[in-house]
């Protein structure tokens, strides 16, 4: 950017640093939500609940099923599938 633009673009120059700030947060956002170590947490302790007697066969059944296809959307937007 030369000096001239710099100058009469100046008065922008909050809105593209909350441009910034906002695609930043975006990409923090996005990382967390496709971590699948929360998820693959989430179906140890589903695992154990169901060995321990504190859930039944069928509550297990349904929860992992949302929880393996959670694991296959994060899959999916890792490859860039149709998902994403």
């Known amino acids: 950017m030369g000096l001239l633009s710099g100058i009469l673009t100046l008065p922008l120059a909050p809105v593209r640093g909350v441009g ?35 859930i039944d066969q069928e509550t297990f059944d349904e929860r992992e099923d949302l929880l393996l296809d959670r694991l296959e959307e994060i899959a999916a937007h890792r490859r860039g599938g149709p998902d994403r």
Do not use: F, N, S, T
């Open 20 to 54: 910034w700030v906002v695609d930043r947060v975006v990409e923090a956002a996005e990382r967390e939500y496709y971590d699948p170590e929360p998820v693959e947490r989430e179906l140890a302790a589903l695992e154990k609940a169901l060995l321990e007697g504190r």
